[in-house]
């Protein structure tokens, strides 16, 4: 609890602020059909593909396996290690959303020029409250991950000292958290990826889940629901709206990973906060 209380802090003492005010967007263009989006790879072996591209956002999926994996950890936030099934594939940001390509649905759903791109931009966009990041992925006819999901996809099938979180210097190779990145952010996808094809899981900057937070973990991932875990409903009307957070961030000190595991508020816009889209498949 005492690392818990000490990382909401930090959120508060890095926030943006006040909640901005939501501008009005507009519908984008294009189909959000991933099935006609442009493919990046496929598989040798069967022809499939494991990368796709939307043309609109400039977003590379990858396509996750559906499997079985560990979720949880040890501390009182983590809560119990236990397995969960994601029955289905379905596709994840191979990175977190850059600025650049906030800027670039910024422009699409406003009707303004988008702004020149420099070597910044390609940085995580964060700042972003709940609600700002979920109606990106609405937009756009992706979504936030599910907790499960994501852990599913940060840990890659990935055990033992395989790991990236196994040792410092595996997690160094895998991430920006405070023993290499300077305190500040970095440009994605300039670390390696997990097995699974994925970057910048692991530090950077913290990514917003589609789970609300309940205190205990076994709460939000009941017995008997944990094939493809939505995790526990909304609080009662006037209750704050927390939301989990996952995968540490520049400013991160090397832990349980991946099962690290923080909450939010949901108006919380925090220079540590960004997110990465998921999408059906």
Same mark, same amino acid.
């Given at each position: 609890?005492?690392?818990?209380?000490?990382?909401?802090?930090?959120?508060?003492?890095?926030?943006? !602020?006040?909640?901005?005010?939501?501008?009005?967007?507009?519908?984008?263009?294009?189909?959000?059909?991933?099935?006609?989006?442009?493919?990046?790879?496929?598989?040798?072996?069967?022809? *499939? %593909?494991?990368?796709?591209?939307?043309?609109?956002?400039?977003? $590379?999926?990858?396509?996750? %396996?559906?499997?079985?994996?560990?979720?949880?950890?040890?501390?009182?936030?983590?809560?119990?290690?236990?397995?969960?099934?994601?029955?289905?594939?379905?596709?994840?940001?191979? $990175?977190?959303?850059?600025?650049?390509?906030?800027?670039?649905?910024?422009?699409?759903?406003?009707? @303004?020029?988008?702004?020149?791109?420099?070597?910044?931009? *390609?940085?995580?966009?964060?700042?972003?409250?709940?609600?700002?990041?979920?109606?990106?992925?609405?937009?756009? !006819?992706?979504?936030?991950? $599910?907790?499960?999901?994501? &852990?599913?996809?940060?840990?890659?099938?990935?055990?033992?000292?395989?790991?990236?979180?196994?040792?410092?210097?595996?997690?160094?190779?895998?991430?920006?958290?405070?023993?290499?990145? *300077?305190?500040?952010?970095?440009?994605?996808?300039?670390?390696?990826?997990?097995?699974?094809?994925?970057?910048?899981?692991? /530090?950077?900057?913290? *990514?917003?889940?589609?789970?609300?937070?309940?205190?205990?973990?076994?709460?939000?991932?009941?017995?008997?629901?944990?094939?493809?875990?939505? /995790?526990?409903?909304? %609080?009662?009307?006037?209750?704050? @709206?927390?939301?989990?957070?996952?995968? !540490?961030?520049?400013?991160?000190? %090397?832990?349980?990973?991946?099962?690290?595991?923080?909450?939010?508020?949901?108006?919380? &816009? @925090?220079?540590?906060?960004?997110?990465?889209?998921?999408?059906?498949?």
């Amino acid at each position: 609890m005492k690392r818990a209380l000490a990382t909401c802090l930090i959120l508060w003492l890095v926030a943006c !602020g006040a909640r901005s005010e939501r501008p009005q967007r507009t519908a984008i263009d294009g189909s959000a059909d991933p099935k006609t989006w442009e493919v990046v790879a496929r598989d040798p072996n069967t022809d *499939e %593909p494991t990368r796709v591209r939307d043309p609109r956002s400039g977003i $590379t999926f990858v396509v996750v %396996p559906a499997g079985s994996s560990p979720m949880g950890g040890k501390s009182d936030i983590d809560g119990p290690v236990h397995e969960v099934t994601i029955s289905e594939p379905f596709l994840l940001a191979e $990175t977190e959303v850059t600025i650049a390509q906030w800027n670039r649905y910024d422009a699409a759903t406003r009707g @303004s020029h988008p702004p020149r791109v420099t070597p910044r931009d *390609e940085q995580p966009m964060s700042g972003i409250d709940w609600d700002a990041a979920a109606e990106f992925c609405e937009l756009h !006819g992706y979504s936030l991950p $599910t907790e499960a999901q994501w &852990e599913y996809a940060a840990r890659a099938a990935s055990s033992g000292d395989a790991a990236p979180w196994r040792t410092r210097e595996r997690l160094e190779q895998h991430g920006w958290v405070y023993t290499n990145s *300077e305190q500040r952010a970095w440009p994605v996808a300039h670390k390696a990826a997990n097995a699974f094809g994925l970057f910048d899981m692991l /530090g950077n900057v913290w *990514e917003w889940c589609a789970d609300h937070y309940a205190a205990g973990y076994a709460d939000a991932i009941p017995t008997g629901k944990r094939t493809d875990p939505q /995790g526990p409903p909304a %609080p009662p009307d006037g209750a704050t @709206s927390l939301h989990v957070i996952r995968g !540490g961030s520049w400013l991160s000190t %090397p832990a349980a990973w991946p099962s690290d595991r923080q909450y939010a508020s949901v108006d919380t &816009e @925090s220079a540590l906060i960004g997110f990465r889209p998921a999408c059906a498949w």
